[in-house]
């Protein structure tokens, strides 16, 4: 192919999407992804889906009443975090960034730890090492690398285990990335990326992020790479639990692309009626992954109105208790700040403590 020729080459073909449930409940065969789940699992990933859709709604709802500084909804992507959250196994790593809250329930994290991050009185407030989930992280991209190091690291310890790392489709655009990826390949670390191509970065649509598919990116960092619908629950955790499979056995990195849709704001502080169309909002409605699992369990009368009735009742507990305990998080002391810079004393940070302690003697009681 000549240069010009080869130049939009990219266009020709549709890219390839991994899906096994369509947007009506109809369940599709794929030739090298499959998930055999008994109902109960069906249910019980219906369940997550709706628990954290209600955990999402209830912060968005305590953001609007100054209860959190700022809220990052996970609106839309529920199917690409619990598929994939769920193909974890307790000896995987994961490196989220600050949407993950899916994945975070997967982990079995504490909601209201969440909540105290973002109305700023904790850091992160868990123990990655508890939940194997590390803390969120801001830094666009940054986390990738520290997820290869960790990879990495499972690698010489021998262990059986595998690292799967979080990131968006403008996280593609970073430097950390990129690189990350490059170790990934050369050390043939035992990981997933997973990139949840929610098509905006704040108000940058996909478009000014790449001219090729993302998966497509894998390929020339020297391993795999595969689209999935990212709407799609079941075959989320089909792809999911064979890249983390492959990372196990000593197969190296894989790339997911979750094709999904942000359906809310980038943040609370965020109005996405700026910059994008309606239209775009309301085709994307129609693709989404809660109703698609409702529908697959009505039509194969794998659940009754009772079930459905159940799982909102839950729901809606889950969410008065989350603002109710929300509330009473006490207001950490200024001080506090100081206690887990390192993990032993150091004598810098004593110095600056009693500096800021002398500083705060000066105020009238
Ligand atoms: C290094 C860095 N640059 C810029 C920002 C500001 N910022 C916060 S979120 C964001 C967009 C991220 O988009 P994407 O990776 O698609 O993730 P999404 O928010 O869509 O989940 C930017 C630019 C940042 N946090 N870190
Ligand atoms: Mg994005």
Redesign the pocket.
Known sequence: MTLDASRGAHQEAPPELVQLLTPEGERVEHPDYDVDLTPEEVRSLYRDLVLVRRIDLEAVALQRQGELGIW?SLLGQEAAQIGSGRALTDSDMAFP???EHGVAWCRDVDPVKLLGLFRGVNHGGWDPQEHNFHLYT?????QTLHAVGYAMGIQRDDASAATIVY??????S?GDVNESFIWASVFNAPIVFFC???Q???S?PLEK?TRIPLYRRASGFGFPGVRVDGNDVFACLAVTRKALEAARTGQGPTLIEAFTY?MGA??TTDDPTRYRVASELEAWKLKDPIERVKAYLFKNELADQEFFDSVDEEAGQLGADLRRRCLALPDPQPLDIFDHVYREPHALIDQERAQFAAYLEGFEK
Do not use: C, K, L, P
């Open positions: 990052a960034t600050y949407r801001i830094v666009i991209g940054s990131f968006g489709d403008g996280a593609t970073q949840q191509n929610n905006w970065a704040i940058e992020q942000r980038h943040t």
